[in-house]
């Protein structure tokens, strides 16, 4: 998701807080005039270094050029849709973009009960750049037609599964021991800041400071400690990763690529619930088994051959690769395996291409 695409997926992640209302900031307004030649400029300062890496000879003034066309297209789109635009939540958003934006041209989202304190305000500002004028609880087909929900709030579109329409809804973020239970028909989605998890209670939950190293944590609420750390089911503890054949909780799915609970590459194997050494290079494998546990069993070193289903060593650069796959070192661009360069990818440099 691209800087000229208004920072999108932050919100569709759970990211954000508008910052439009406060106005006593050091950080001065972006005119409307000037936002898509600021969004390409950062935007492309971040693109172009990367670009060499995936065989692409970029060009600063032809990346700025392209990008601020494609943003100027989004603005009149903007405009025609009656949504209006925020000068001082385009500045802090740009602000914050200007640290975060990596090879790709976008900022990567992090899940908003990850989030600290500046990431959450410079997301929402991201967010609150273009805004409509739905209130709460109106119909809505994307969140910016939804209005701003205030100074320390997501506004969000709610579209249920399988539906094109759906409701403007308000995510808050809820402080140590407040509530955390939520009922997006009644009320606000809440969420607990940054260090904090929330923990279930009869009311729906609360939220609670994460464990440091052996503090008592919960396994139903997850993470419960602090980073780098992970509860111990026997304990009930916080410490250090467990080793292979210790009893383990299986953290959810979309939070595998944060779960510590297992040393090195063990994983916690969802059906016996113990840490699990990955399997060795040659031993069967199933790369498209629903479960992560099983789809990712190889060592981080190695890759699920898809022909062979058996583990295999990753390949290296100039090899032939398939452009989903995860057989490299480094990356596939092209259909060969080249360095990892940030996920720099063809669709961003192409900004970038000299004539």
Partial sequence: MHLRSTFLLLLVSGCGA?????HSHDIAPIPEDRWCESVAHVECASVVPCCAAV????DLATCEKNAAAQCQAGTAREKSAGRTYDPY???????????????????????????DDAGWAAAVACTNVWRGAAPTGAACTTLLDCASAGPDAIAGCSVPRGATTGTCQVTTRSSEGQSCASDPEKGPVRVCGHDLVCVPDPEGGHCVRKGASGEPCSVVAWPSCRDGLTCDPVTRRCGPSLP?????????VLRLALDPTCAGDAMCDSALRVCTPPLARGATCDPFAGSPHVAKNCATSDYCDRTSLRCA?????GAACERFGDECVGQCSGGRCIPYAGVANEGACALASKP
């Fill in 55 to 58: 065989g692409v000879e970029g």
């Fill in 89 to 115: 939540a385009a500045a802090v958003c740009l602000v914050a973009a200007g640290k975060h934006v990596g090879c790709s041209g976008s900022v990567s989202a992090t899940p908003v009960d990850q989030m």
């Fill in 244 to 252: 292979s054949g210790a009893a383990c909780v299986p953290p959810p």
């Fill in 313 to 317: 060593p990753r390949k290296g650069d």
């Fill in 18 to 22: 508008h910052v439009a209302e406060d």
